[in-house]
């Protein structure tokens, strides 16, 4: 992916996509965190000690994989989409 990035980028901007990519790397691995913690929570209100714990670690494992899914489809749609280079 990252060879791709900067296969398209101008040799005078790859400090910038480089920039941009850790950054967004950044801000989708807190959103991710917050989005499973949320969800963790949520699944384990209605029990108590172990259960709240395997319920809330589930819920929040099948959230990340949904995503993790997600993100992979996407990823297979924007290369399929890039032209071919000549």
């Known amino acids: 992916m990252v060879g791709i990035l900067?296969?398209?980028?101008?040799?005078?901007?790859?400090?910038?996509?480089?920039g941009l990519l850790f950054m967004f790397q950044l801000v989708g691995g807190a959103i991710g965190v917050i989005l499973t913690t949320t969800v963790f929570s949520a699944a384990g209100e209605?029990?108590?000690g172990v259960d709240a714990f395997v319920d809330g670690l589930h819920a929040g494992l099948r959230v990340d994989a949904a995503l993790a899914l997600?993100?992979?489809?996407?990823?297979f749609w924007v290369i399929r989409r890039r032209p071919a280079a000549n």
């Open 6 to 18: 900067f296969s398209i980028v101008p040799a005078a901007r790859v400090g910038i996509a480089g």
């Open 46 to 48: 209605d029990h108590s």
């Open 70 to 75: 997600c993100a992979l489809l996407t990823a």
